[in-house]
């Protein structure tokens, strides 16, 4: 059980990185949603929709991937682990993140096509 000694200290590391991986963010977003609330243009306006909605996917599609996500025990170390709510986060975070890749690869794609339909007209 010696590699055990140090985990607290990690557990404790990553909390910390997290909360203020979230704090950043939130900053961000409100930041960002009052310079655009100054500016009444159109693109200001295009702008905003399109944080909010990618926000909003991204809240959804966590929450979706955690409610489909397993918590059946697994062996780790040779002992098992079967903390359901870790279990759960660890698969939302694993399927959250294929499917993020998925959909920027595609935005890429759609992006290069619809800039050649553009330019090309």
């Known amino acids: 059980m010696g590699t055990a000694i140090l985990s ?3 557990i404790i590391v990553l909390e910390v990185v997290v909360a203020v991986a979230l704090g950043v963010c939130l900053w961000s977003v409100v930041r960002s949603a009052m310079r655009s609330a100054k500016e009444k243009n159109t693109k200001s306006r295009e702008q905003r929709l399109t944080s909010i909605c990618v926000a909003a996917v991204t ?3 966590l929450v979706v991937t955690f409610l489909l996500g397993s918590s059946a025990p697994l062996i780790i170390n040779g002992l098992p682990y079967d903390d359901g709510w870790w279990l ?4 939302m975070f694993v399927a959250s993140t294929c499917v993020m890749l998925f959909l920027a690869a595609a935005a890429v ?10 330019h090309s007209s």
């Open 8 to 10: 607290s200290i990690v």
């Open 59 to 61: 809240v959804v599609l």
């Open 88 to 91: 759960r986060v660890a698969d």
């Open 109 to 118: 794609v759609v992006g290069r096509v619809w800039s050649r339909r553009v």
